[in-house]
């Protein structure tokens, strides 16, 4: 049986950019709401989730400390994905707890009640953990783990005669997560907006100038593929990073448009008014402005 929710939007940003990156479209009690369970469920199933995070995270960053890396730990595009994902978990946690708190129908005040900026990186986040946490994992099972292990002396499956703490760790930070940002996608109602593609991949820009800075300035590499000496196997692990971003982004898209498709089917989306996707600019009707699956009114 379908569950009714207001839905209701952000108030209208009066910057253009936020309007056209659609920030402001941003629907929060979506983010603390499921098609497929009550949000008390949803909630049981976050906590455990968030506390995982929290665990990973420490004990990562402690690991790095007891090994003498931590000056590197926040050149690592994975510990600064991971972070971002336990960045979202855990304030994705405390609203979740503040909409349970209030009187029934719920209503996401903590999210109206703080500044509208928070919520734009709310949004932000969410648009951002959706696809490192895909490419993140891929980049190291099948070009990062072979060269550490094969450098180690050991096999290629991961583990070989790595510490198990180190081993856990790895796995962690490049499989699990994968998992942890699935279940959000799975399990909440969150959409994607078509125009964040470019924020995502102005992300990943704005990571390789920061790449760059730590080698003008340190000699070192954060990763072996994109060292300039390599010429053009390099420009190559160039191209074919930032094109599977943009894929991976539009993969994901598609997979939440997926989503509520099938709540739909089953009955677990009913259409409503406010859920229209209407472009309140005047214009474009009958285009996609984002993955919910609903169209424009012409």
Not at 223 to 247: E, H, P, R, S
């Amino acid at each position: 049986m379908a569950i009714e929710y207001q839905d209701e939007p952000l108030p209208r940003s009066r910057w253009a950019v936020i309007r056209w990156f659609r920030l402001d479209r941003f629907r929060p009690e979506r983010a603390v709401t499921s098609y497929w369970m009550s949000s008390k469920a949803l909630l049981f199933i976050r906590i455990p989730t968030t506390l995982y995070s929290t665990v990973v995270m420490w004990g990562s960053i402690g690991n790095s400390a007891r090994l003498g890396q931590f000056n590197r730990y926040f050149a690592h595009f994975t510990q600064l994905t991971f972070i971002g994902l336990h960045a979202y978990l855990v304030t994705a946690l405390y609203h979740h707890i503040r909409y349970l708190m209030t009187s029934k129908p719920h209503q996401p005040r903590s999210f109206f009640n703080q500044p509208a900026v928070l919520n734009y990186l709310f949004s932000y986040l969410y648009h951002s953990i959706v696809v490192f946490n895909i490419i993140t994992p891929i980049v190291y099972w099948c070009a990062l783990s072979p060269v550490l292990s094969t450098a180690s002396g050991t096999d290629t499956s991961g583990k070989g005669d790595t510490p198990p703490l180190q081993w856990w760790i790895n796995t962690s930070l490049h499989g699990v997560s994968f998992v942890l940002m699935m279940t959000e996608v799975l399990f909440t109602r969150m959409t994607l907006y078509v125009n964040m593609v470019l924020a995502v991949f102005i992300n990943v820009v704005l990571y390789m100038f920061l790449t760059f800075i730590i080698h003008a300035t340190t000699g070192w590499w954060v990763y072996g593929f994109l060292n300039w000496d390599q010429g053009g196997m390099t420009a190559a692990w160039y191209i074919g990073i930032g094109a599977a971003f943009i894929v991976v982004y539009f993969l994901q898209f598609l997979f939440h448009m997926l989503r509520d498709w099938a709540a739909r089917k089953l009955g677990r989306n009913p259409p409503k008014r406010e859920m229209q996707q209407v472009d309140e600019e005047g214009g474009g009707g009958g285009q996609f402005q984002d993955s919910g699956i609903a169209y424009h009114r012409y």
